[in-house]
């Protein structure tokens, strides 16, 4: 019995100690003494602070069911809890929702595009307010990543000769020409598929934001919005990029759908004609993959569900060609747009493109989606010693010159 009420009341203390303790931090916390010593703290101090303060708050509700606005159906959203329990049984690092002290000693995310301060200001907040799996797709590469990180480090080894004070610093002019159409900037917006799964706009967002500033927009073939409601929201026919597939038939009725919607470019993308292993997305999906209760929100979740520009396009199979220089051909022949291969890598192949009718090429890698080389795009867009010619990441293919262009 002795023992019983010692332990009893050593509990009490242990109890009573612990609350003081987080009454103590939590006092901390809001004195303005510690925001001025916080950069000379350790970052595990500041963690052992935020356990502190987390310890007996309740969890916070899970959001109420949002019906998916095509077929009504209620769909699913993860708690936090949920969203740190997938990741890590996926294989990932647990998913860290931000606390009062994380955002206080690592900065506040910014509200805002005006409040940023680089672009990398932006890949934070897609990594705080995106699902774990969501983020893994836009965020991997093949394999174990090499060739996404080459790409990162081969821009890191290019330098800049800047020249001081010359007569034409007031005029200076960003503008490019393409197929007779001027934009602003010779940036553009890269084929991304599946906005929606990281902003409600999605694709037609993207494309007002470019009409905006006169930016050149590429559609994705597995994007979230069709054809017809992107180019209504950029106000003009964009340019569309294309997997091809075996079926010929089928290619050929996309090809027709978009031109007829007055495509002015199609873009192939020939690095990824023979798959890609994605290591990061098929451990982040788990065993279960697209058939998670939250997945099939968006994936397959009614019968027959395809993305926008796989619909309607049922019909008859055609003849499947191996693909050779000759499809390039084949493509330019089905149709009067302009073509473009994306994803050469290579000063042969840039030449082949142009030799079999290409009107112009992207140097891509697929920003190491789709090969692992180990190889960055921007090095092999470097001008060779020994061949002064071909130095751009779009070569135009112009009749009267007779050959690639700068």
């Not at 394999?143 to 007569?167: C, I, V, Y």
């Not at 060609?321 to 302009?338: E, G, H, L, N, Q």
């Amino acid at each position: 019995m002795t023992r019983r009420i010692a332990d009893t009341a050593a509990s009490d203390n242990a109890s009573d100690s612990r609350t003081s303790r987080r009454h103590f931090f939590k006092l901390l916390a809001g004195s303005p003494l510690l925001g001025l010593a916080y950069p000379t703290l350790p970052s595990s101090w500041q963690q052992a602070v935020e356990r502190e303060l987390q310890r007996g708050v309740p969890a916070p509700p899970r959001p109420a069911g949002m019906p998916c606005p095509d077929c009504g159906q209620e769909m699913v959203f993860p708690s936090p809890a949920d969203m740190r329990s997938h990741s890590a049984q996926a294989g990932g690092a647990p998913t860290q929702v931000p606390g009062a002290l994380d955002a206080h000693f690592s900065g506040q995310l910014v509200e805002s595009a005006a409040e940023a301060i680089n672009v990398w200001d932006f890949e934070r907040v897609a990594h705080a307010n995106n699902l774990p799996e969501h983020w893994n797709y836009i965020h991997m590469g093949v394999d174990d990543l090499e060739t996404r990180a080459a790409n990162r480090e081969g821009f890191q080894r290019l330098m800049l000769r800047p020249r001081r004070l010359g007569p034409d610093t007031a005029k200076l002019d960003t503008s490019v020409q393409l197929f007779g159409r001027r934009w602003n900037t010779p940036l553009f917006l890269c084929p991304v598929a599946a906005l929606e799964a990281y902003h409600t706009q999605g694709e037609s967002g993207a494309a007002r934001a470019a009409r905006a500033r006169g930016i050149l927009q590429i559609q994705s073939n597995q994007s979230s919005q069709s054809y017809e409601d992107i180019a209504a929201a950029m106000g003009e026919p964009h340019w569309f990029q294309i997997y091809t597939t075996p079926d010929w038939n089928l290619n050929k009725r996309l090809i027709d759908r978009v031109a007829a919607a007055g495509c002015p470019v199609l873009v192939w993308t020939v690095d990824l004609l023979g798959g890609s292993n994605r290591e990061l997305s098929r451990r982040s999906q788990g065993r279960q993959e697209y058939d998670r209760p939250l997945c099939q929100n968006c994936h397959n979740h009614k019968p027959g569900y395809q993305r926008p520009m796989r619909r309607g396009l049922d019909g008859p199979p055609g003849p499947r060609p191996s693909y050779t220089w000759d499809y390039v051909k084949r493509i330019k022949d089905a149709t009067s747009m302009k073509v473009i291969l994306k994803g050469i890598v290579t000063r042969e192949d840039a030449e082949l493109a142009i030799e079999n009718g290409a009107d112009g090429i992207f140097v891509s890698n697929h920003g190491g989606r789709a090969e692992n080389s180990l190889r960055s795009a921007i090095e092999r867009n470097r001008r060779p010693r020994n061949n002064p010619t071909l130095t751009s990441p779009c070569l135009e293919r112009r009749p009267s010159a007779g050959g690639p262009v700068r």
